[in-house]
């Protein structure tokens, strides 16, 4: 699942927001002039019986992609994190 919220409805809904939310799960926040602000990434357990490699994968490449289409930097995330373990 994949959601954008404005940040004053995840304020005043954020426990029922994050219930609904699975591991790997997204929420983008906007702020008042619909730019996004913050990104929300569910850590939660998901029981064993219902893990599956595949899905989570899939969910990180779609959360790779969005992330990628959203980026404004001109160096890359990995020139970023690079220059950061340095």
């Known amino acids: 699942m994949s959601v954008t919220v404005p940040i004053e409805t995840a304020e005043r809904d954020l426990k029922s927001l994050l219930e609904k939310l699975r591991l790997g799960d997204t ?4 702020g008042s002039e619909g730019q996004p602000e913050a990104l929300l990434v569910s850590l939660k357990a998901v029981p064993a019986k219902m893990r599956s490699l595949s899905d989570w994968e899939a969910q990180w490449d779609a959360l790779t992609e969005r992330v990628d289409q959203a980026w404004e930097s001109d160096k890359s995330a990995v ?3 690079a220059e950061m373990r340095r």
């Not at 929420?27 to 906007?30: K, R």
């Open 27 to 30: 929420v983008t926040l906007v």
């Open 79 to 81: 020139e970023i994190l």
